[in-house]
């Protein structure tokens, strides 16, 4: 069972570069997450997706894109990177209700 | 809008000590409670959760949270740590209504000595 895959696990960019961070998942959920996490600040929603076809701003969406490209897919776009999205990215998928999210290995992503 | 608090940043504990990290929401409704554990460089585990069954709910690893709606909090317990416990610790809320967001708190460091 492979759950939430995300690539790429590491990046390092160059200011002003841009990337797109893919997230799949098996489980056939509707809700799909992107989080980004900082130290001392937990895990904050980045953009939010509650089913195919539909995303929504979540808490800090400032300087990225995402795409929900079917039920199983949903990516994340960095289009001009700057030194503050330096982070760790996680993608999760859940079914709605009162059930837990399941989150992928995150990536670490470095902007110089 | 709900929102977590953890109170402790950090807790340190000697092996074979009991844990308590402590967690107070917000929420409008009943909520869905959780604990993810998350060890250095590594994804998030979930614990436990809590969905409106028992109040005490026990998880893996040993350790327990009970739900106590009148003093809004969820506390992590475990009646005796180990060293593989030491990890962060995130305790979430999940209302059932509209989108149903989960929301993270700050997160909880727990150190663990020999």
């Known amino acids: 069972n492979a759950g939430v895959t995300q690539t790429p696990k590491f990046q390092v960019l160059k200011t002003g570069q841009s990337m797109t961070l893919q997230c799949a998942q098996d489980m056939n959920h509707n809700s799909m997450y992107w989080y980004r996490q900082d130290p001392g600040m937990g895990l904050r929603l980045i953009y939010y997706?509650?089913?195919?076809?539909?995303?929504d701003k979540g808490e800090v969406p400032n300087g990225y894109n995402v795409s929900r490209l079917n039920k199983r897919e949903f990516s994340l776009r960095l289009e001009s990177a700057a030194p503050s999205q330096t982070s760790v990215y996680f993608c999760?998928?859940?079914?709605?209700?009162?059930?837990?999210?399941?989150f992928g290995q995150g990536t670490r992503l470095t902007v110089v | 809008a709900q929102s977590v608090t953890q109170l402790d940043s950090h807790v340190s504990v000697s092996e074979g000590t009991p844990v308590l990290l402590r967690c107070n929401y917000s929420s409008s409704y009943s909520p869905s409670l959780f604990w993810y554990v998350q060890h250095p460089n590594k994804g998030l585990q979930l614990l436990l959760k809590y969905t409106s069954a028992a109040t005490l709910v026990k998880g893996i690893n040993g350790f327990e949270a009970e739900f106590k709606k009148s003093e809004t909090s969820f506390h992590l317990t475990k009646p005796s740590a180990h060293m593989s416990d030491a990890a962060e610790y995130f305790c979430?809320?999940?209302?059932?209504?509209?989108?149903?967001?989960?929301?993270f708190g700050t997160g909880t460091r727990l150190l663990v000595s020999p």
């Open positions: 999760a998928s859940s079914e709605e209700g009162y059930t837990e999210a399941f």
């Open positions: 997706s509650a089913s195919e076809g539909t995303t």
């Open positions: 979430v809320v999940r209302e059932p209504t509209g989108f149903q967001k989960l929301v």
